[in-house]
């Protein structure tokens, strides 16, 4: 190169549209260009010849410095998400890459960081999944969207409800989200789990008791009704319920008022049943297990939450929402998931549903070590779901989950394009070329 072209070096250096600064070995900077400047708010001067980590202030300096990683293995680190705080004390999201410096002994003389401003980006990228938050449920599943579209409607009215879906499905989200968009949301919400109660307390825990109604009824106690009297009542797990307390409740839905254990009187109460279970109720009844006139008390509104595993597309919504609110809980700074731990996500089976993929982004932040969560982190029942790709499957993780969803809602519409597009949320032509891309019919 002659001597004219090194000329060139600051202007090209300075011109650049993304913050670069270089260090010595020893981690002071060297050189500092002009976005660097503006997007810190350090000048120039200010910068060179202090650590580095003074300036940049990123929540990746102290743990898992992707230039530090760079310097000991002299190998590239590239878009790395992070937070910087400016000189005024503003957080700034970042991408950064960065690189060792080597001269041409292979002598270590240094590294050099680039860094771009995402602010734009985690906007756009908030506005985009905030149109899928609704009470802190997140989803872009046609039938949840269906559900929350309706939601204000259902909680205007003082009608009982009926919740019905497998377990980690969201069932007392719902009935908090009932309770909090109702005229009732400045009155109590008070939830009781019918499973975990045995049936010869659930009565005085439901109906409260009087003093003297047995042994150690040392005093008066009132009972879920009462507590929860001008607000919501949420009974969980409402199948296990005996005959004889199911009688109970009936009277209460029809009369609006109780006894509790060992009054002489009654009590009138002004309470919104919300009632949640995992079986179906109708098949019960059928059974014999469940009263048909219980059941339409409880079933003026009904809602049918869909197993996650019918919902696929919405794993990468909760997952990301589960990081960012394990990040504020824990002080962490986790910026992402890998693509091939999104994939073993998202070809997990989920027995557990949304309450076991939450139990699984906990248990990688327990084990995660860096800023990205990797396949390794996830639990080994989750992690081994992904194997790499074979001859037939798209290369890229993403696109084999993608796949995989896709056909999952295919073979369960009977190949119904119509059907399936409705329930992925997508056009009948993004299905079609979908399909194509990963030649499924």
């Not at 999201?93 to 410096?101: G, R, V």
């Not at 794993?315 to 731990?341: K, V, Y």
Request: hydrophobic residues 40%; charged residues 25%; contains cysteine.
């Amino acid at each position: 190169m002659t001597e004219l072209d090194t000329r060139f070096f600051p202007l090209i250096f300075n011109s650049i549209p993304h913050g670069i600064f270089t260090i010595d070995a020893e981690g002071r900077v060297t050189a500092f260009n002009n976005t660097a400047e503006q997007l810190t708010g350090y000048s120039r001067e200010e910068a060179i010849g202090r650590r580095c980590y003074e300036i940049f202030r990123a929540d990746v300096c102290q743990q898992g410095c992707p230039l530090k990683k760079s310097l000991e293995s002299r190998t590239q680190e590239e878009l790395i998400e992070a937070t910087i705080l400016t000189r005024d004390g503003v957080e700034v999201p970042i991408s950064i890459s960065t690189n060792a410096l080597v001269d041409d002994d292979g002598k270590l003389i240094g590294g050099v960081e680039m860094f771009r401003d995402l602010s734009q980006i985690v906007e756009l990228r908030k506005k985009i999944e905030g149109m899928y938050e609704f009470e802190d449920i997140v989803s872009k599943n046609s039938r949840m969207l269906t559900i929350l579209e309706r939601l204000p409607l259902f909680a205007a009215s003082s009608s009982s409800v009926l919740i019905e879906g497998v377990s980690g499905t969201g069932k007392e989200l719902i009935a908090r989200a009932l309770h909090s968009l109702g005229p009732r949301s400045q009155k109590p919400f008070v939830a009781v789990n019918c499973a975990a109660i045995p049936d010869n307390l659930l009565e005085s825990e439901l109906f409260g008791y009087v003093r003297g109604a047995f042994t150690d009824a040392k005093k008066d106690k009132p009972g879920r009704f009462s507590l929860a009297d001008g607000g919501t009542l949420f009974l969980d797990e409402i199948g296990e319920i005996s005959q004889p307390m199911q009688v109970k409740l009936l009277r209460v839905l029809q009369e609006k008022e109780f006894e509790p254990l060992g009054a002489t009187h009654s009590v009138k109460v002004d309470v919104r049943l919300v009632a949640a279970t995992n079986k179906v109720l109708v098949d019960e009844i059928r059974e014999g297990r469940f009263r048909e006139d219980l059941y339409y008390r409880l079933n003026v509104i009904h809602i049918d939450l869909p197993p996650l595993s019918q919902r696929r597309e919405d794993i990468p919504l909760l997952a990301n929402h589960f990081r960012r609110r394990f990040n504020t809980l824990q002080g962490r700074s986790i910026g992402r998931i890998s693509d091939s731990a999104m994939a073993a996500l998202m070809s997990a089976p989920f027995p557990g549903n949304v309450r076991e993929l939450e139990n699984a982004i906990e248990h990688a932040f327990v084990m995660c070590r860096g800023d990205t969560i990797l396949q390794r982190d996830l639990p080994s029942g989750i992690s081994e779901n992904y194997q790499v790709h074979s001859d037939d499957e798209p290369a890229n993780p993403l696109h084999a989950a993608e796949a995989d969803a896709i056909r999952q809602v295919l073979e369960r519409h009977e190949g119904n394009r119509t059907r399936a597009a409705e329930e992925l949320g997508i056009s009948r032509n993004t299905l079609w070329r979908k399909m194509k891309k990963f030649g499924l019919s």
